[in-house]
């Protein structure tokens, strides 16, 4: 800590949370390059180049906080780096381009460990039909961390942002949440067990599901790909992966509107089910806030249910509502009880 | 570790080198996308977005590898992360754009702390009119992580990359070389002597512009302007980044040329020699090896010589050769000496 920084008043990062500290660090930005159409505030900047829109957005993957390698397979942790950031262009409705990747490494690290973290990521790269356009890598004093950046393109009209939701649409997701969740829960468990005793082998049968939603989770392309086909245009989108409460909150906050999402409708697996059974959770509460589940969670407008019956994959959750009628989960007995984001924030932990 | 790399074959990162890991990694990669007009292997991606091309370029910046927080002011350290990703925009002879910042930071860290780096990649960001359009913050379990990248755009024809240097171009720099290396040098010896005597007030008395040079470099965006109000167009172009040396090879190696540079014409100022010679180091080694610089380096062809003189803060250091007359320096005695890329390397520490 710098003399400066002693002399100060000194508040704490947790105090504000990840995202009240980025509102904090990037308020009054206003932009002054006409190409900028979207900065700060959403799945992906945008920006303007003529014919399309270019769409950017940029992650950074820390050792110990976002990912275990006690557990995580390095192909896999590349693997998942880049498909975490491809999903948030699929949220804008775009088409991911191109990815660049930094990567900073003890020397702890073999070059066939860095080769197994890179054939992860270029395997995405090829299932996404992505260009790997640039590679940092340096050293750090301990631990691993990654930055990814990845560019998309989207059409003009095509761009699909959080903050344009209306009254009285539907609130959908594809496939099911908690599962990832579910997974690292799994893996935590079994961890705990090795720790505890080094002879055990992890007990991870019938679990294929879960354990594959954590370690390798796939980016809703697909869905994107449909709603051109069957010409759906979200009214607004974002991608979960903090969580179901936690990413309907920054639609719901960034539209001014509220929200009644209907405990029974949340997509479960059966696979989750049985995992939070076995440890006492609920699994409401795993799809609520877990995260991680890069599914799409966007709104439709009512006209447009019909649509919907062609995306076999996509649940209806809810409707929005207006503001003053607030955040709320329907439980299963009818009750209303208002949302809270408890999900992932890093600073919390 | 995991246990699938430890049954494999260990190669040490020291054995690639920085840039060597880089090639290995990224080898084979075939563009998929039209739009990737270049990807690894330059200051920075260029994409096609049918107008213009857009210029991508990411950094990652690590505490105790790329910065030392005991005399690197927050906000210096806010500033330069961000000028230095607006120099590889330059490099490509395009204008920076639009910024996504990513910081990871221990609970150690104040938000007081996050708003001073912030204070200071908006100050560059305003300077350089460039919009900061992505913010990512995250917890680390140690130490502070900066992962940034940079959007630049350039008209088709006026992207200057490193392979297209000709022989007997003219080798250029803009401003001097060495000083921000000189800087850092005249830093470490303080903090030296600070931590022997802590009572001891540091002596950096008379050395204000090695100084400012390694704590807030400033991108040459006024050349890249010079180049369009002149029209001249250079050949090739990298920043210096790493050191002359390794700089000039870059551009030999991916233009497939030789070089010769003069010893005597290479530009150094005052102060630079001064603290080399009472730290009793070579200032051609400074300038050779010491990066940081933040200069342009670049290649024009000769019957562009006449337009050079409108260009006050450049020098003109060599010339491109064959490829068979290698990369040499010519020594003050006329001696040819090879170059070597001894600069900056996080993984020879």
């Not at 990832?180 to 049968?205: H, I, S, T």
Request: aromatic letters at 6%; a negative charge; glycine letters at 8%.
């Amino acid at each position: 800590m710098t003399t400066q920084e002693q002399n100060q008043k000194r508040t704490e990062l947790t105090e504000l949370g990840e995202f009240g500290l980025i509102d904090h660090l990037t308020s009054g930005i206003v932009p002054k390059n006409a190409s900028t159409v979207k900065g700060v505030g959403d799945d992906a900047a945008v920006i303007d180049n003529g014919d399309l829109y270019t769409l950017v957005s940029s992650d950074l993957l820390v050792e110990g906080v976002h990912f275990d390698l006690t557990y995580t397979p390095l192909k896999h942790l590349g693997y998942k780096a880049a498909v975490v950031n491809f999903s948030d262009i699929c949220a804008m409705n775009g088409v991911a381009k191109q990815l660049t990747v930094g990567i900073a490494v003890s020397n702890r690290y073999s070059v066939e460990a860095m080769a197994e973290i890179y054939s992860g990521i270029r395997l995405a790269c090829d299932k996404y039909n992505v260009d790997l356009v640039g590679g940092d890598t340096t050293s750090s004093r301990s631990g691993l961390f990654m930055g990814l950046t990845i560019i998309g393109t989207a059409a003009k009209d095509e761009v699909v942002y959080r903050h344009t939701a209306n009254e009285n649409d539907l609130i959908c997701v594809s496939g099911d949440l908690g599962s990832a969740y579910a997974g690292l829960l799994l893996l935590e468990r079994e961890k705990a067990a090795y720790v505890a005793n080094p002879d055990m082998q992890p007990d991870l049968e019938g679990f294929d599901y879960i354990l594959e939603r954590q370690l390798k989770p796939e980016a809703r392309k697909d869905i994107v790909e449909l709603f051109k086909e069957h010409k759906l245009m979200p009214t607004s989108m974002i991608d979960v992966s903090d969580g179901l409460a936690s990413d309907i909150l920054h639609i719901c906050a960034n539209s001014e509107k509220g929200c009644a999402i209907y405990e029974e409708k949340i997509p479960i697996d059966f696979s989750t089910i049985n995992l939070c059974d076995s440890l006492k959770i609920d699994p409401t509460t795993a799809a609520l806030n877990g995260g991680e589940d890069y599914e799409l969670l966007f709104t439709v407008s009512q006209k447009d249910y019909e649509l919907l019956k062609n995306f076999t994959e996509v649940s209806i959750i809810g409707h929005i509502t207006d503001k003053n009628s607030g955040t709320n989960l329907v439980t299963r007995s009818g009750q209303l009880v208002p949302l809270t984001a408890q999900g992932w924030n890093s600073f919390r932990k």
